[in-house]
């Protein structure tokens, strides 16, 4: 009897023809591949971690086998989601698996947390870029921030950054164009991309430095302005640079916009526009801010601490006022992302979550939902957040479009978010590293 059960758990993880079954297949299923290929129906096959075969679906042929078999008729699966623009919390890991999101990009975190965890990749949690700490001007507000004053403390800055293995050279608002320049070109020459929030430097000037991608629109009104230095002395304060940056939206013209869409596409810059971030501002005061069901799993600590909004508004000065304005100003942003990606430019989604009521993983799928408010279509917009993410990141060998021999980070939703971009959010199924982190009661 010992004898025939081994030969049977032998039979059972062995296919005919001497190869291991595959651990998992989707079956019947829509394709969203991410890079412009849909298969209309077809069984996805996971072996070790990554997708082994993709088979078309054909009447009357027989299904792939699998260990684990889940058929999935009227849905579509998608690549695994990615954030190009997080700050990485205990609390929030798990969440960002729970949206379908199986890999982050970490611009700015406490680099003794956040670089071992990119280094311990797991399937428990998303995959994670790092850039460990940002490098800022003197006076950072940011803990941890590595303060650059000079040219030689800029490419030290570097060369330790590289050193200590992130993957990206995340700049910050306090940094003039000449500082951002010379990190851009100690990054270039050791292959890693530069992400700018820019403030005392431009758009412009921070494109033509030859950062990678700008994130959060920053820079953007204050290059379109006819008084950018008025600007530039904000940025003397994280939050007052935010405010002053948000308000000149109302002030700049359209033509001024263009040209500078016009300009970062020209200088090859990547937006990472975090919509989401300058939409959950304006609702700070807005009475039904907490009536989110996905608030429940946000720590209860943390929205008493420093998501509670009153003390938000107070300790930036926000009245309802500026409130109004920000509010004003994002229908603008996302006309400003249109001409940007109208114009050839390259759009990612990214969040900056955990902001106050930027929720990890709902988020994202918020943020495809603005952008195609902003005139993208769903498939540009499902694009932003998987195929052209990946190659932003580096992780294109692994990540970022549904292909034979890539991780199989997957995302199965009911419906087709190809016609509707809401169907992103009615996840069924989560997987990550060939494992099945989520499935849907």
């Known amino acids: 009897m010992r004898v025939f059960a081994a030969a049977l ?76 623009h997080v700050h990485v919390t205990d609390w929030a890991l798990p969440l960002f698996l729970r949206y379908g999101v199986t890999t982050v990009r970490d611009l700015h975190n406490d680099p003794r947390y956040i670089l071992q965890l990119a280094r311990d990749d797991g399937p428990e949690r998303p995959s994670i870029v790092a850039a460990g700490a940002l490098l800022d001007g003197p006076g950072s507000p940011w803990p941890n921030a590595i303060e650059v004053a000079s040219l030689g403390d800029a490419r ?40 700018a929030q820019a403030g005392q430097s431009t758009a412009n000037e921070a494109a033509a430095a030859g950062i990678t991608s700008l994130e959060q629109l920053s820079g953007v009104s204050d290059a379109a302005s006819d008084d950018p230095d008025r600007l530039r002395r904000a940025h003397g304060s994280l939050m007052e640079g935010w405010t002053a940056s948000e308000r000149e939206w109302l002030r700049v013209t359209p033509d001024r916009l263009a040209q500078v869409a016009a300009n970062l596409v020209r200088s090859g810059v990547t937006a990472v526009p975090t919509l989401v971030l300058h939409e959950a501002r304006g609702r700070l005061g807005d009475s039904n801010l907490k009536s989110d069901s996905a608030l429940a799993s946000v720590p ?79 498939a540009a917009a499902i694009r932003s957040a998987t195929v052209d993410a990946a190659d932003l990141l580096g992780v294109s060998d692994r990540a970022g479009s549904v292909s034979i021999g890539k991780a199989a980070d997957l995302v199965v939703v009911d419906g087709d978010p190809l016609t509707d971009i809401r169907a992103t959010m009615r996840i069924v199924l989560v997987v990550r590293a060939g494992r099945v982190v989520y499935r849907a009661p």
């Open 156 to 195: 030290t800055a570097v060369r330790r950054q590289v050193e200590a293995g992130v993957g990206v050279i995340a700049v910050s608002t306090r940094l003039h164009p000449a500082l951002i320049a010379v990190i851009v070109q100690e990054a270039r020459a050791r292959g890693l991309p530069v992400a």
């Open 300 to 378: 209860a600590t943390v929205i008493a601490g420093d998501w509670n909004p009153a003390s938000i508004l107070a300790r930036n000065g926000w009245t309802p006022a500026i409130l109004l304005d920000f509010k004003r100003a994002l229908p603008l942003q996302q006309q400003f992302v249109q001409r940007f990606a109208r114009a050839g430019g390259r759009v990612v989604a990214g969040t900056d979550t955990p902001q106050p009521y930027v929720l990890p993983g709902v988020s994202l799928h918020r943020e495809l939902q603005l952008l195609v408010a902003s005139g993208l279509s769903p």
């Open 9 to 84: 758990a032998v039979f059972v993880f062995f296919q005919s023809d001497g190869a291991p079954r595959p651990e998992l297949a989707i079956h019947h299923v829509r394709i969203v591949h991410g890079d412009g290929r849909i298969t209309a129906s077809a069984s996805v096959l996971v072996s070790g971690g990554r997708i082994s075969r993709i088979v078309p679906t054909v009447s009357g042929q027989a299904l792939p086998h699998a260990a684990r078999e889940i058929d999935a008729p009227g849905r579509t699966l998608l690549p695994g989601l990615i954030d190009a």
